[in-house]
């Protein structure tokens, strides 16, 4: 949690390993904390900070400039939608989740969700910022609540060693997820927001590290991961009828851009872990950063599609974050020594 291990560099989902209880306090609102809330940024940035120990926001624009404090305890965890953000407190004793909130995208007005004893590794925010999903791995639960904490939804409880893969579809009424039906293989399921719909896309899915799924922005198709071998995890996608399974090529965290035309993954070949982007139907492959000796995973496109966040990191160094611009064919570095980045 926060810190960075020989698999890979995880962004913010770092943050939500080895959870064990919220502690929900009596206080339902709470200031800036010695941030400096500002409009005009491109990236949110955390870093953890060793005396006092503890994580704090930062934010920067795109060239790298106007880097600033944005909350010096909280931990922006969601991307802006609809000019809001979900952040979190963690315990730094017992390194886990310790209060939810949200905000408004600029810092503003922060508040506590009420999310009463419900346990938290991960959470994600709903397009419509109304509802946002959260994940226990200790209960193996995937849940479903109003930011104001009413409306919770239990939707599975068999999501046993995949806290950290449930996603909104972009239209906001699907989530996917992975399950595990008792004495049945880890399957590839959509569900309602209500839960009153399920469906099997794809069953008999090997988790592997760096495991992500990803919606199409049409929302007709999923791209996933499935492990074939060590070392060796493959990239699919699938129709939401469960038809056409596809197999694109090797890697892990694929991402599918905002056009939908092309996808981003990260690629272990031997040691050396790159970023790829191809073609949504697997072709047109390209190594776009190509560093042998470095660790480089995370990939994020912009909101525009022209750009993808990643990270890099050495064995000796803490990581640092680039930005790689589809029109150029070039990268810049963002900011070094941080444990994670978000686009805003």
Same mark, same amino acid.
């Not at 291990?5 to 080895?18: A, C, D, E, G």
């Not at 491109?42 to 704090?56: A, G, R, V």
């Not at 999310?115 to 479903?144: C, H, M, Q, R």
């Not at 070039?330 to 900011?335: G, H, L, M, T």
């Given at each position: 949690?926060?810190?960075?291990?020989?698999?890979?560099?995880?962004?913010?989902?770092?943050?939500?390993?080895?959870?064990?209880?919220?502690?929900?306090?009596?206080?339902?609102?709470?200031?800036?904390?010695?941030?400096?809330?500002?409009?005009?940024?491109?990236?949110?940035?955390?870093?953890?900070?060793?005396?006092?120990?503890?994580?704090?926001?930062?934010?920067?624009?795109?060239?790298?400039?106007?880097?600033?404090?944005?909350?010096?305890?909280?931990?922006?965890?969601?991307?802006?939608?609809?000019?809001?953000?979900?952040?979190?407190?963690?315990?730094?004793?017992?390194?886990?989740?310790?209060?939810?909130?949200?905000?408004?995208?600029?810092?503003?007005?922060?508040?506590?969700?009420?999310?009463?004893?419900?346990?938290?590794?991960?959470?994600?925010?709903?397009?419509?910022?109304?509802?946002?999903?959260?994940?226990?791995?200790?209960?193996?639960?995937?849940?479903?609540?109003?930011?104001?904490?009413?409306?919770?939804?239990?939707?599975?409880?068999?999501?046993?060693?995949?806290?950290?893969?449930?996603?909104?579809?972009?239209?906001?009424?699907?989530?996917?997820?992975?399950?595990?039906?008792?004495?049945?293989?880890?399957?590839?399921?959509?569900?309602?927001?209500?839960?009153?719909?399920?469906?099997?896309?794809?069953?008999?899915? *090997?988790?592997?590290?760096?495991?992500?799924?990803?919606?199409?922005?049409?929302?007709?198709?999923?791209?996933?991961?499935?492990?074939?071998?060590?070392?060796?995890?493959?990239?699919?996608?699938?129709?939401?009828?469960?038809?056409?399974?596809?197999?694109?090529?090797?890697?892990?965290?694929?991402?599918?851009?905002?056009?939908? *035309?092309?996808?981003?993954?990260?690629?272990?070949?031997?040691?050396?872990?790159?970023?790829?982007?191809?073609?949504?139907?697997?072709?047109?492959?390209?190594?776009?950063?190509?560093?042998?000796?470095?660790?480089?995973? *995370?990939?994020?496109?912009?909101?525009?599609?022209?750009?993808?966040?990643?990270?890099?990191?050495?064995?000796?160094?803490?990581?640092?974050?680039?930005?790689?611009?589809?029109?150029?064919?070039?990268?810049?570095?963002?900011?070094?020594?941080?444990?994670?980045?978000?686009?805003?």
């Amino acid at each position: 949690m926060g810190n960075l291990n020989n698999r890979k560099v995880k962004n913010l989902l770092i943050l939500f390993t080895l959870i064990f209880i919220i502690s929900c306090g009596n206080d339902t609102v709470v200031n800036n904390n010695g941030g400096n809330p500002t409009a005009d940024f491109d990236i949110y940035l955390y870093k953890q900070k060793e005396h006092p120990l503890k994580y704090s926001t930062y934010t920067i624009k795109l060239d790298g400039t106007g880097y600033k404090l944005f909350n010096d305890s909280l931990i922006v965890s969601s991307r802006s939608k609809q000019n809001r953000i979900l952040l979190c407190k963690i315990d730094t004793n017992m390194m886990a989740i310790s209060a939810i909130y949200y905000a408004e995208t600029n810092g503003t007005n922060i508040t506590k969700i009420p999310t009463g004893n419900y346990e938290t590794d991960y959470f994600d925010l709903s397009p419509d910022a109304e509802k946002f999903l959260f994940t226990s791995g200790y209960n193996a639960t995937l849940s479903i609540m109003n930011i104001n904490g009413s409306g919770y939804v239990l939707l599975s409880d068999r999501i046993m060693n995949a806290a950290y893969i449930p996603k909104f579809s972009p239209s906001g009424d699907l989530i996917a997820y992975l399950e595990t039906p008792q004495g049945l293989t880890t399957g590839l399921y959509i569900t309602n927001i209500s839960g009153t719909y399920k469906k099997l896309l794809k069953d008999s899915i *090997n988790i592997s590290e760096g495991f992500n799924l990803d919606w199409s922005p049409d929302c007709k198709k999923i791209v996933f991961q499935s492990k074939v071998a060590a070392f060796d995890s493959r990239i699919y996608v699938v129709d939401t009828s469960g038809n056409n399974l596809t197999e694109l090529t090797g890697g892990f965290e694929a991402a599918w851009s905002p056009s939908g *035309n092309k996808i981003c993954f990260a690629r272990q070949v031997l040691n050396v872990h790159d970023i790829y982007t191809m073609n949504s139907n697997g072709t047109d492959i390209t190594n776009i950063t190509n560093t042998p000796s470095l660790y480089e995973g *995370n990939p994020l496109w912009s909101s525009d599609g022209t750009k993808i966040l990643y990270s890099s990191q050495d064995l000796y160094h803490p990581s640092y974050y680039s930005v790689y611009d589809m029109n150029t064919n070039s990268s810049r570095i963002i900011a070094d020594s941080v444990n994670g980045a978000i686009w805003k």
